[in-house]
């Protein structure tokens, strides 16, 4: 792996950054979903760097990707979940799962943000295990049907497409799993905001599905093949996850760094206290830490290579990286880190969330201790490779 980023990706990141700089922290303030920044990034590229040019991408690469999703990250979070849903793990799992009409008809307009899209895996009884999930899928004959309830489902109150994960058979427990995808613009698709602790900027809904309607076509991989899918997804989604907790991570890092300079007590500078000084260093390491983890999964998977385990790692200690680095910015910045005017009690908020996306942090210690203990390995061969999209001109 070679540390050093390629000059296509330095100047995609030098666009995000500007993007950042220019449109997103004028408006921070904001909260609640702006829809222009999505047509936006989309115009931008910042979606399509893993996505051949025939689907709006640059095939800039998985690593790429990363770069863009940790620097809008450190701008607002919350605009982090569209990279999941945006460059991720709606349009890649099409692209990569569906037939080439199915391709065709939804990827482009998802990659350049014309058009919205969710993942819809969680239920009010099923979240972690994804085999009990109680959503049916049935075969009509001259369509699929979708009957059920999901929760905690992000753009589910303003995506135009939805990947929906469900279950024809509960008996076969994850062999009984499908995944389609829907358009949610009919009458039995009702989607209900959810109110939540922090990420403002991306919207979270629960779902109701009666009779959903989906043309026979539109499922992706074979009949059954549902939790093949939904772990190819939630792999290349924990890229997204990992690199906007790093995002976040660094935002809190650069408050506290100009904090340090600005505050002073007993008539110096707290930067020049030794415990500050601490504190800074162990958000540094860490920090550091977490985006090497995070670059090396998505190099793996830029070269085809398994990376379950390694995005597992990586996505962990991301989380717990970001959220200790929430709380040390809300020590450094004292009394003011509770305030309001400051941007670190929205951090400090935005933070617990990356401890649950995409995965637990307990999911994924199970995942790394199985594989390390050789109970259950992480990394096997990949069914599809990036390299087999390059091809798609």
């Known amino acids: 792996m070679h540390f050093e980023l390629n000059e296509e990706t330095r100047g995609i990141l030098e666009t995000a950054r500007r993007f950042v700089e220019n449109e997103v922290q004028p408006r921070i303030r904001e909260e609640g979903f702006k829809r222009d920044f999505v047509s936006k990034m989309g115009q931008l590229g910042f979606f399509g760097c893993a996505f051949p040019p025939r689907f709006g ?7 790429a990707h990363s770069v863009v999703c940790e620097e809008v990250s450190r701008g607002d979070s919350g605009l982090r979940s569209l990279f999941n849903l945006q460059g991720m793990t709606v349009p890649y799992t099409i692209m990569e ?11 482009r307009d998802l990659v350049l943000g014309n058009k919205l899209g969710c993942t819809c895996f969680s239920e009010p009884n099923a979240g972690s295990d994804l085999a009990s999930m109680e959503t049916r899928i049935e075969d009509r004959g001259d369509c699929i049907a979708v009957n059920g309830a999901k929760t905690w489902i992000s753009n589910g109150t303003v995506a ?87 995002g976040l991570a660094q935002a809190c890092l650069d408050a506290s760094v100009a904090y340090a300079y600005q505050r002073v007590q007993f008539g110096r500078p707290i930067r020049e206290y030794q415990q500050v000084k601490a504190l800074i260093a162990e958000m540094v390491a860490q920090i550091d830490a977490a985006r090497l983890l995070v670059r090396r999964a998505s190099w793996l998977n830029d070269q085809g290579a398994p990376f379950t385990r390694e995005i597992a790692i990586a996505k962990y200690f991301a989380g717990e990286t970001v959220v200790r ?49 050789g109970i259950k390995k992480a990394n096997r061969p990949r069914l599809h490779v990036p390299a087999e999209f390059r091809g798609l001109e």
């Not at 991408?57 to 690593?63: E, H, T, V």
């Not at 799962?97 to 990827?107: D, F, L, P, S």
């Not at 951090?347 to 203990?373: F, P």
Request: proline share 3%; net charge negative; hydrophobic share 40%.
């Open 57 to 63: 991408g640059s095939d800039s690469g998985f690593l």
């Open 97 to 107: 799962w569906g037939t080439q009409a199915v391709r065709e008809k939804y990827v």
């Open 160 to 246: 135009d497409y939805a990947v929906v994960y469900g279950s024809y058979d509960r008996s076969l427990k994850h062999r009984g799993l499908c995944a389609v995808v829907v358009e949610t613009d009919q009458p039995g698709w009702k989607a209900r905001e959810t109110p939540k602790l922090g990420d403002k900027s991306s919207p979270i809904a629960e779902i109701h599905m009666e009779d959903v309607r989906v043309p026979k076509e539109n499922l992706l991989g074979a009949w059954g093949q549902g939790f093949t899918v939904a772990m190819t997804a939630l792999d290349r989604g924990r890229i997204s996850v990992a690199s906007g907790a790093v």
């Open 325 to 373: 680095a929430a709380g040390i910015a809300m020590e450094i910045h004292g009394g003011m880190g509770y305030s309001l005017e400051m941007p670190v009690e929205k951090y400090y908020r935005d933070s617990k969330l990356y401890q649950i996306a995409e995965g637990t942090v307990n999911i994924m210690r199970l995942l790394i201790g199985d594989d390390e203990l």
